[in-house]
C-alpha cells in the first residue's frame, strides 16, 4: 500500500512539473506571437488531465489572436466556469462583438439578477467551503454553550441563517456552473429546426460563436434555447459542449 501510495504520489508530481514546463513555454511562444504553438502547448497540458481557469483563458487569448471567436468564446467560457474573473469576462464580451448573432437576454427580475451576481463572488468549491465552516463554527459554540456559561443563542441564529443562505448559494452555483449544459456553437452556420428532423421546419439560423443552453437530446439531436428564449432542434455535431 504504501509502494502504491509512493508511486501515485511520484506521478502526480512529475506530472505537475511536465504541466509547469508546458505552461512555461507556451506563455513564451504566446508573448513571441507564436499562437498556433502556444495553442498545441496549452492544450497538451488539458491532454494530461489538468485544467485550471487561468489556462483556459489563456487559450481564449491565444483563440483570439488568431481570429477563432467560436475557439475564443468557448475557452472564455470554460474559464469563467471554473473561476469568475473580471478580465475574462470583459475579453469574452469583447469576443462576443466579433461574431454574427446578436442575440438579446430576456430582462431579469431585479432579484433574480441581484442573486445571480451575488453567487458569482465564488465559484461552486468555494461556496461549499464557506458552508462548512459556517456550520463548523456552529456547532463548535453550541458545544462549547453546553459545557460553559457560553451563551450566543442570538449570534447562533445568525450563523444558522448565513448556513442556510450558503447552501442555496452553493446549490445555485453547482446548478449553473456543473448540472447546466451550455454549448457553443462551432458550425459557421445552422439552421435550427422545430423537431429533431430534417424534414421539420425550419425556425431561425445561428451562427459561429453563439451560445446555447441544451434542454434536451434525442440521438443526434438536442433541443437548445438561446437567451432571448427561442427554441429548436440542432445536430449535436454542430456544437462544442461546454
Known sequence: MKLKTLIITLLVS???FAS???FEKANKAYNNSDYTSAITLYDSILTIGLESSELYYNLGNCHYKAQNWANAI???EKSLKLERNDKTIQNLELANLKIIDRIEDIPQLFYKKW???FISIFNTFSWQLISILIIWLALTIKILSQFTNYKKEHFLSIL???ALISFFATYCSYERNITKKEAIIFSSSVVVNSAPSNNSIDLFSLHSGSKVL???NIGDWINIRIANGNEGWINHSEVKIL
Do not use: A, G
Request: aromatic residues 22%; proline residues 0%; hydrophobic residues 40%.
Open 14 to 16: 512529475i506530472s505537475s
Open 160 to 162: 444558522y441563517s448565513l
Open 20 to 22: 509547469d514546463q508546458l
Open 214 to 216: 441544451i434542454i434536451d
Open 74 to 76: 468557448w475557452h472564455y
Open 115 to 117: 442573486w445571480s451576481s
